[in-house]
């Protein structure tokens, strides 16, 4: 049985209300009830924090080694144009995790092309809206597989 972290940056409180046609129409707990259903019927752990602040991401990523998380699916929203904090407790804490975004970052504007994530994540799932948080649970259900 894996420990699975599912940490969500800045504004996905607002999903479903906040541009619906970017970002989709479920609501961040709507989503995450139906990760908690797949990865309970797969035997594994699954815990989720949203957070608004760099810091308290930072926080989260740190508590996550000493809770013995296994792996991470993150969603660091805009931070992940910016966030060196964020990168550097990743390689600090050495978690694997998978980097989800909402929406197809590759055709939005040039900022967002950049990752401060993508090249230490197992691997990138970008523009599927909430889907991609369900395919990268996929991800790590595999990884644990024999």
């Not at 989720?48 to 308290?56: A, P």
């Amino acid at each position: 049985m894996a420990s699975i972290l599912v940490l969500n940056g800045p504004n996905l409180n607002l999903l479903g209300s906040r541009e619906p046609d970017q970002y989709g129409h479920r609501s961040l707990n709507e989503i995450m009830e139906e990760l908690d259903r797949f990865a309970g019927s797969c035997g594994h752990e699954l815990r989720h924090v949203q957070n608004n602040s760099e810091g308290g991401l930072v926080e989260a990523i740190q508590k996550a080694a000493n809770d013995g998380v296994d792996y991470i699916i993150f969603n660091p929203a805009a931070y992940t144009h910016t966030s060196i904090a964020l990168r550097d407790a990743l390689l600090a804490v050495d978690i694997p995790f998978v980097e989800v975004h909402l929406s197809a970052v590759a055709a939005r504007e040039p900022f967002r092309h950049v990752s401060y994530f993508s090249d230490i994540a197992l691997g990138v799932i970008s523009g599927f809206h909430g889907e991609g948080y369900m395919l990268a649970l996929q991800v790590i259900v595999n990884q644990e597989e024999p």
